[in-house]
């Protein structure tokens, strides 16, 4: 006898032996996630009431957690064709990579299936990419001058180091510990200042993208890179994936949300407008960088309210975090005026982060006099000065001023590059 279905209009019409696929089954969390639940809750506090956060949502958590053994599965096929034996047709030299990069994937003869792919994906742009609002908000994180670099070396990267997996990741490949600290972080300063650029997201003229662009996409094959010469030997069972959707979401938010929080924190106003702006910059960004849309926001609230659930996410800090906070501390001391670049940062350290999480990551606590000058100095820069003639064009010179004075305490003499691709 058949069995009973339904015969509703719109329905399709199952037999007994014919029945929907199942839904699948996300890929069970890696032992590390929510396995320090009150350290997090301490930690995110200020960023449940900046969130407005009630009661964590646990569908969210679950999917964060899902995420943590999910990875860019277009950037993966790349370096899948890059990695194949010499003589293989499919693989895809790094040549052919950089040739498609600079001058575009129809400049690279007979071009590798994986290779068309890739650059079809991210040539792609979305729809709902707004051009001229990416350029304001570029506009807007220049504008940010010396805050914006504070925040992002201290409140996103060092903090940052206080959760397992990413930074025990970055000991593995020897990135931004001991000789190499300063060189990483230069590329990594390389990165943000080519999307503060005019036009660093667009195509010119001629067709060819702009800094910005090819930087990121660039980062995003050396992210794939990794992943896949990692994966045999990483392990997943209590870390997830070496770069997975769940890292790459926070990381996100570390540059967009954690930004904007920090400058005002240190006395930068931004306004509706300019927070939207910042926000829409980075969606594009995270989306050329292969983050799942899902992780993809404008509005500011929202990315504070993902970032809180992915810091209940996390589980303690390890080994990694306190060396790696340790050796960029040691390096900004090899720096010109070096004492005084330590002493500094370890007092916004403090500030930012608090004596528990300075104890975590071995690191002195200091008082919080950096702070209160730069309250002083941005409260003159953006709220008076910035008013009188001419402000706005000094506040602009100041913020081109501080890049170029950054790229070069970072690179010195050598010619500033983003990291590497190594297969």
Do not use: C
Request: hydrophobic share 40%; aromatic share 8%.
């Amino acid at each position: 006898m058949s069995a009973q279905v339904d015969r509703s209009p719109g329905t399709p019409s199952l037999t007994a032996r014919e029945e929907a696929p199942a839904p699948p089954v996300p890929p069970a969390p890696p032992a590390r996630f929510r396995s320090a639940p009150e350290r997090s809750r301490r930690l995110g506090r200020t960023l449940r009431l900046v969130a407005r956060v009630r009661e964590p949502d646990e569908e969210l958590l679950a999917r964060i957690g899902a995420a943590l053994r999910q990875q860019d599965e277009v950037g993966a096929r790349l370096a899948a064709a890059m990695r194949l034996p010499a003589g293989d047709p499919r693989r895809v030299t790094m040549r052919a990579f950089r040739t498609a990069l600079a001058d575009g994937v129809d400049a690279v003869p007979a071009a590798p299936p994986a290779l068309r792919a890739f650059f079809d994906h991210v040539t792609a742009t979305p729809d709902w990419v707004d051009p001229d609002l990416v350029e304001e908000g570029a506009a807007t994180y220049l504008r940010f001058g010396q805050n914006a670099a504070d925040v992002l070396l201290q409140l996103s990267l060092i903090g940052g180091y206080r959760f397992g997996g990413p930074p025990d990741l970055l000991v593995a490949t020897g990135g931004l510990t001991g000789d190499s600290t300063r060189r990483r972080l230069a590329e990594t300063q390389t990165w943000t200042a080519s999307l503060s650029k005019p036009l660093a997201l667009r195509r010119d003229a001629d067709g060819r993208w702009g800094e910005g662009w090819r930087a990121t996409v660039h980062v995003r094959a050396m992210h794939a890179l990794v992943n896949a010469s990692f994966a045999d030997s990483w392990d997943v069972e209590r870390w997830g994936l070496p770069i997975n959707q769940a890292d790459q979401a926070g990381t996100l938010g570390l540059f967009d949300g954690v930004v904007l929080l920090g400058v005002r924190a240190l006395g930068v106003p931004v306004s509706a407008r300019e927070s939207r702006a910042v926000m829409h910059l980075w969606k594009y960004v995270g989306w050329l960088m292969g983050v799942d849309e899902q992780w993809l926001v404008d509005d500011e609230r929202e990315r504070h309210r993902l970032n809180y659930h992915v810091l209940l996410a996390q589980g303690d800090v390890t080994p990694a975090g306190s060396r790696l906070s340790r050796d960029i501390v040691t390096m900004l001391g090899g720096m010109e005026h070096g004492r005084w670049k330590q002493e500094r940062t370890l007092s916004m350290l403090t500030a930012f982060l608090g004596r528990e999480s300075m104890r975590d990551l071995g690191l002195g606590a200091r008082p919080p006099w950096a702070h209160l000058y730069l309250l002083g100095l941005n409260t003159w820069r953006y709220r008076v000065d910035r008013r009188l003639p001419g402000g706005r064009a000094r506040l602009d010179r100041w913020s081109a001023a501080v890049l170029d004075r950054t790229m070069a305490d970072y690179f010195g003499t050598d010619a500033p590059a983003v990291g590497e691709l190594r297969v």
